[in-house]
């Protein structure tokens, strides 16, 4: 009698149906599913249609990519987790205790063909945003100030004397880079054109100046003007047989560190017709978009007292520095929404607490916008993603969660 139960809801349910899943939908079904094998074999498929439109083979091929990519950032095993743990932390976690942190999504997974692969640097994030794992960890704490601590520490004494407008600068630090790209030999085919855009400093940023073109690899160079949203500097070369193309630039600019005192900015009342307050406010997919839980989120943290855009700023920075902890971070490009991965998965590094403060800040009528460029310390580089924040009276001013 149960068989015969389980049976006839499934054939309404067939029934019911009528027509055969939309392709996409059954991709996603499969990625979904972790069959990622499978997913590939459709999207191949489809790709060889020579119906399809450019757009929608190039939409393919992308989905297609991104299952490598997400292939490439889980590459571990269990038991390469618990070697990890138990070698640099002094002690081996239960099956209960690996379960929970899954369940907690501290311990990132992927079902990816039936395996259970973890995210590659899902064993140091682990003891980075969840307070139960470091308590059992029996590494001995570090005492020593070095890295960003250090460099804060001493340059923050360094500060001149706010301006009106609360700005306040550091000393002015004169930097020369040699920036190099080099393609490997037979990574493409003899004959094809390589084209390589080199990152070079912009010079309408207030806090940069002096900046110096020294000289290039390549004669034909362009320059880009400061009008593109990322200045670069262009060149290009014919790959040859058994030889690495190489590409190098080199430049000199002047920087600033630069710093607001928020209790000094009387923000005035924006103009809400212009075209930069429209622009900043503005959703913007894949990543700025105010979804029920964004914005029942930005609605609970700024529900008391934020009256003013320095008060909602205020909010809405200090939790996100309370609340998410600096984590090392899936490939962005794989990710459909990242304020919404931040939100779920309560980590995130640069970058991904950026656009969450950038979509919460939108969000609440306040124009903001990406940055992402270098981080400069002394005997070291690192790339880095910020925000910048406009308060109408002040003008644009840089907004880092990842130091709050």
């Known amino acids: 009698m149960k068989k015969l139960i389980w049976i006839i809801p499934f054939l309404m349910m067939a029934c019911n149906a009528g027509r055969k899943p939309a392709p996409d939908a059954v991709v996603a079904q499969e990625i979904t599913a972790g069959n990622f094998t499978r997913a590939a074999f459709i999207l191949d498929s489809l790709m060889s249609d020579e119906s399809l439109s450019d757009d929608k083979k190039g939409a393919y091929a992308f989905t297609k990519d991104s299952l490598h990519r997400v292939a490439l950032d889980f590459n571990r095993s269990r038991d390469e987790i618990v070697s990890w ?81 609360g700005r306040r600068l550091l000393p002015p630090q004169t930097m020369r880079v040699k920036y190099t790209l080099t393609v490997d030999s037979g990574a493409v085919e003899e004959g094809e054109t390589v084209r390589a855009w080199l990152p070079y400093p912009r010079r309408d940023v207030p806090r940069q100046s002096d900046v110096v073109f020294i000289g290039a690899s390549h004669p034909g160079y362009i320059l880009s003007d400061d009008q593109t949203a990322h200045t670069s500097i262009y060149m290009e070369q014919k790959a040859r047989q058994g030889q690495p193309v190489a590409f190098w630039a080199e430049y000199e600019f002047t920087s600033r560190g630069e710093w607001f005192d928020l209790s000094r900015i009387e923000a005035l009342p924006y103009d809400t017709a212009s075209t930069l307050y429209k622009t900043y406010t503005a959703e913007r997919t894949p990543h700025i978009l105010f979804t029920p839980r964004l914005k029942e989120l930005a609605d609970s943290i700024t529900h008391d007292g934020a009256e003013t855009p320095v008060d909602v700023l205020r909010s809405v920075y200090r939790f996100i520095t309370a609340t998410y902890p600096w984590a090392s971070a899936l ?26 403060l950038i979509a919460m800040l939108r969000y609440k009528g306040i124009p903001a916008r990406w940055q992402s460029g270098w981080m400069m310390h002394p005997g070291e580089v690192n790339l880095h993603d910020w925000a910048e924040v406009y308060l109408e009276g002040t003008g644009w001013i840089p907004c880092d969660p990842s130091f709050g």
């Not at 490939?331 to 969450?356: F, H, W």
Request: proline share 5%; aromatic share 8%.
């Open 85 to 165: 743990i138990k070698e640099r932390h002094g002690f081996t976690p239960t099956e209960e205790q690996l379960a929970g942190w899954e369940n907690s999504l501290a311990l990132e997974y992927r079902l990816i063909d039936g395996e259970k692969r973890y995210f590659r640097n899902a064993a140091p994030n682990l003891f980075r945003v969840d307070e139960q794992a470091r308590a059992l960890s029996k590494a001995p704490v570090s005492t020593d100030v070095s890295g960003t601590t250090a460099v804060l520490d001493k340059h923050l004494s360094q500060m001149g004397k706010p301006e009106q407008n």
């Open 331 to 356: 490939e962005y490009s794989t990710i459909a929404n990242i304020p919404e991965y931040v939100m779920q998965n309560r980590k995130g590094d640069c970058g991904q607490v950026g656009l969450l």
